[in-house]
Every structure is written in C-alpha cells, then in structure tokens.
C-alpha cells in the first residue's frame, strides 16, 4: 500500500523560502502525478500545483506562478515545492496527494481523482 509523507512546513517571513517534500512508503512514485495542494483556515483546499510522472506536465496556480517551482526526483522516491517570496495568504497546511498517472496530460486531467495523500504540513507566514 502506497503511502505518501509531506514534510518541510514551517514559521517564516514574508519574503523567505521554504522547500517541501513529497516522499513515499510501501512503493515507488515513479508512475504516479503528484499535485500539492493547500487550505488556509476558514477555506476551502486549492490546488496549487502539479506534476505529471515524467514532469513533461506542470501546472500552478496563478497565485504562486513565478514564485513556487515543483520538481521530482524519481532516483530518491520524492517530489519537492520549492516556494520563494512567500507571503502571509500562503500560509495553510500543505498536503501532496498522489494519483496513477495514465493520462496524455496529467495534470489538466487528473482533477479530483487523487487517492493517496499526506497528512499535511502546515506553513505560516508571518512577521
């Protein structure tokens, strides 16, 4: 049975990094899409992003475009978010979820259908 562990949340302020990891247990990620997804209190959870098995799909969402980097690396079973210039709205509890990837385009046709996921991380960002 494949389980998946987020780890690397912290307290941080405006304008700092954190990086997460997504890693697994009880098998191989290598042919699943991972997507990273997060909710701040009071909210519902959002996707934030996305990657396919191969990393030939990635997705963001506006929000974070241009400061969050997702990438894998298969050889060490983990999937990672990188997230420069964070800001207080980012703050939430972050969860990797995972999904067998048998899609031409993972990460435009995968929606809702995640069926392993962590136990999330929780990142706050403040001054």
């Known amino acids: 049975q494949l389980m998946v562990v987020d780890s690397g949340g912290g307290l941080v302020q405006p304008g700092r990094s954190l990086r997460l990891s997504c890693a697994a247990s009880?098998?191989?990620?290598?042919?699943?899409?991972i997507g990273w997804f997060r909710q701040a209190p009071g909210k519902e959870r959002e996707e934030v992003s996305c990657?396919?098995?191969?990393?030939?799909?990635?997705s963001y969402t506006d929000s974070v475009k241009g400061r969050f980097t997702i990438s894998r690396d298969n050889t060490v079973n983990k999937v990672y978010l990188q997230m420069n210039n964070l800001k207080p709205e980012d703050t939430g509890v972050y969860y990797c979820a995972a999904y067998w990837d048998s899609f031409p385009d993972f990460c435009a046709e995968v929606k809702g259908r995640y069926n392993y996921w962590g136990q999330g991380t929780q990142v706050t960002v403040s001054s």
């Open positions: 990657i396919s098995h191969d990393s030939y799909s990635i």
């Open positions: 009880g098998g191989s990620l290598d042919w699943y899409g």
